[in-house]
């Protein structure tokens, strides 16, 4: 078995939404002529996962909006799946969804085979439903807040995803104060950048100081909450890397080549962030498996040009916490990774931030970490 492998397989499910998202960089098909994923592309990942002596492979279900799909489709998923079960391997789920279309049967569904569920949600309502309408501008947000309830009251795990734009911005108060209240694992706070041309002017956009900014004020006031706070991806692995640990959460990790996207009609890419990159595609599964076009020329040399970093990076302190940063957001367009990422200050400062807090604190040990003094030295 090869080590780079990657354990991730993200599929688009389907290129329909029923959301009309201001910020959304898809051409999503209209609502009822949707584009699914087919079966034969399913199945080929399957007899990748099987061939790959992997002891697990995690499989996310996204979109489009991948609820559109149906029950009938996933239930033919994991029937399949049946067919590729093999002892030492186990297979993960996960599904991202705005949430509309959950019913007691999705719930249903979803307990039957242990989905972890991914819910979209900005904020409060004057957020949420500004930037997130449905198609023909009904707002989303009731929907989204009853599906968390009926999801977490029949005990399932639901993570939450919220757009950080312009509206966001001023707000890290109340936004904190929201997602504490709610009934959910954990949240990540994703700002909105440039991920396609259709974006360049968009008026929700924010700048990366802008970012840090919030997420600063953010950090601020989760810390004053103590063991009532809400679980926030983004700081929690700043923290894990500040005391010692490495960071999980993909844009942290320095494990991208964990991670492959194959789009409803078959196309690989490295991950869900270049499938807007048509460049770097790898190939398709009607003409080639997967198990060669993993082995092939294109994805080998993403896997080098990923680890090039810019100078800036090499000399970082917080380098071990933050690792480059996600590639998608260095790359410059011409096959290169090394410009510097556009968070590496909104990075420094909130290491900064933490490190001083667990210094006044007194936390045992941590003067025997060199990545907790090295960002201590540079306050």
């Not at 996960?94 to 979209?120: A, H, K």
């Not at 959910?184 to 802008?210: C, H, T, W």
């Not at 071990?320 to 400062?349: K, L, Q, V, W």
Request: proline residues 4%; glycine residues 8%.
């Amino acid at each position: 078995m090869r080590a780079d492998l990657p354990t991730t397989i993200i599929l688009k499910t389907t290129d329909s939404c029923n959301a009309a998202c201001r910020y959304c960089y898809e051409d999503n098909a209209a609502e009822g002529s949707p584009n699914t994923i087919s079966l034969d592309v399913v199945e080929e990942v399957y007899r990748w996962a099987v061939a790959s002596g992997l002891a697990k492979v995690q499989i996310v279900w996204h979109g489009g909006e991948p609820l559109i799909a149906g029950i009938p489709f996933f239930r033919q998923v994991f029937s399949l799946q049946k067919r590729y079960e093999k002892q030492g391997l186990e297979y993960l789920h996960s599904l991202q969804t705005n949430g509309v279309l959950v019913d007691d049967d999705w719930i249903e569904l979803f307990r039957s085979f242990d989905i972890g569920v991914g819910l979209s949600l900005d904020g409060p309502a004057w957020i949420h439903d500004e930037q997130r309408p449905l198609t023909g501008g009904r707002p989303s947000h009731g929907r989204a807040l009853s599906a968390l309830e009926r999801m977490t009251t029949a005990g399932l795990r639901v993570s939450l995803s919220a757009v950080v734009t312009r509206r966001s911005l001023g707000a890290a108060r109340e936004i904190v104060s929201f997602f504490s209240a709610l009934r959910a694992d954990s949240v990540d706070f994703l700002p909105m950048a440039v991920l396609s041309p259709k974006l360049q002017g968009n008026s929700y956009l924010i700048r990366a100081a802008e970012f840090g900014r919030f997420i600063s004020d953010v950090y601020m006031e989760w810390a004053k909450l103590g063991e009532d706070r809400i679980s926030i991806r983004y700081i929690e692995n700043m923290i894990r890397g500040v005391t010692g640990y490495h960071p999980t959460l993909c844009t942290f990790s320095g494990r991208c080549g964990a991670y492959i996207s194959i789009d409803f009609d078959g196309s690989v890419y490295p991950c869900d962030s270049f499938m807007r990159a048509p460049e770097l595609k790898l190939g398709n599964l009607q003409d080639q498996n997967l198990s060669a076009l993993l082995a092939g020329r294109r994805y080998l040399t993403f896997r080098n040009d990923i680890a090039r970093l810019s100078p800036a990076c090499e000399i970082c302190e917080i380098l071990p916490i933050c690792n480059g940063g996600c590639p998608s957001e260095r790359y410059s367009g011409d096959g290169m990774f090394a410009r510097r990422y556009p968070f590496c200050e909104t990075r420094r400062h909130l290491a900064r931030l933490i490190a001083s807090d667990l210094d006044a604190a007194g936390a045992d040990g941590l003067v025997r970490l060199p990545v907790f003094n090295s960002i201590r030295d540079t306050q």
